[in-house]
């Protein structure tokens, strides 16, 4: 997953846009990736203002190699 959120990232880069317009953006698609998360992962994301802050969140959220929930929070079945 942090693979795939770096790669989003570079793929979303817009020559001339600010760091923190990027990161913004990129709060847009955490909003869907995160779903499903703990919720202290989307309360500190919303707050990066910077790329650094956004990765170092990632990375405290998303590296490691556990299996994650692939099923929204509100549609989660439990089992």
């Not at 847009?28 to 995160?34: C, E, L, R, S, Y």
């Not at 919720?39 to 500190?44: C, E, G, I, T, V």
């Not at 969140?57 to 590296?63: G, S, T």
């Amino acid at each position: 997953m942090l693979g795939y959120i770096r790669a989003l990232w570079e793929s979303q880069v817009t020559l001339g846009t600010s760091e923190r317009a990027q990161c913004e953006r990129m709060k847009k698609f955490m909003n869907h990736i995160g779903d499903g998360m703990d919720d202290k992962f989307l309360h500190q994301i919303r707050r990066a203002a910077t790329r650094d802050d956004f990765f170092r969140i990632c990375r405290e959220f998303l590296d490691h190699r556990q299996p994650m929930n692939l099923e929204p929070a509100n549609e989660a079945v439990a089992t």
